[in-house]
């Protein structure tokens, strides 16, 4: 029998597809954590747990069912659960019907480990970063969330389709409110060291084209199968995995920028501690023009849940 990892990483709504999605991304990456599935469906979670511990026997992390009572003990606690977005539905739609869910699981955790992060999947994942932060106690830079950080691997890969260029070689990031008012930072964006807007194959192209493309993926996917979870999966799994491992890397997340006053997808280094570094990044006239936009309004909604 091997031993139980030290680490825990509890995945709230593991139940459920995004939830379970993530739970065995984070074993199938290797990350040397017990993974625990929590779930108002016990039975939901259960099965997840056993199938995605069949997944285990050659990596060092570990899975298993969990309460969340433990779930509030771990390391680092990844939230999923929420109301299902519908087609074609704003984001911001979604806020008063999840965050009677969110309250009710962070009052469910108490008392929550003191040095525990928090990391937000559920949408509208900046507005629900704020009310998580709010009713966990915790302080902002332990509490993130996922942000444009999968809308970013978009951007990378349709970047790298024209450019030819690896998506890992490409530094550009999508900003500000994750959903109706996210916006491509191209201003700051590299290639090579190199404004990635004077690669000769982006010369000409729609770049606002580019954008909502990247903006509305998520609609698409929605419309065809009625979530997505693979790719939302990997990226929290990644995110954890630089928590547990104090890597101090960068990644575009919601997490609290003092500059702006509100929670916001913007880059950060993150490490054992949450949130180590938020960082400037230099706009154009009309980017900032469209990060104005997304600061008045998510500031407007998390003025109705504070």
Known sequence: MTSTPKQKVAVIGG???VGASTAF????KGVPAEVLIVDLSEQAALGQALDISDA????PGTCRQASFQEAGQADVIIITA???QKPNEPRSNLIDRNYTIIKSIMDSFQPIKSTSKILLISNPVDVLTHIAQTTSGLPRAQVIGSGTYLDSGRLRNALSDITGVSPTSIHAYMLGEHGDNQFTGWSSARIGGLPL???PKLKGMDLESINQKIAHKAY???EAKGSTYYGIGMCAAIIAEALLNNTSQVFPLTHYVEGLGC????PAAIGSSGVEQSFDVKLDAAETKKLEVAVKAIKEVCAKYN
């Open 263 to 266: 929670y916001m997808s913007w």
């Open 15 to 17: 139940g459920g597809n």
């Open 197 to 199: 807007l004077d690669h």
């Open 82 to 84: 929420g109301a299902r």
């Open 56 to 59: 285990s026997f050659t990596m």
């Open 220 to 222: 698409e996917i929605i």
């Open 25 to 28: 991304a984070l074993i199938a």
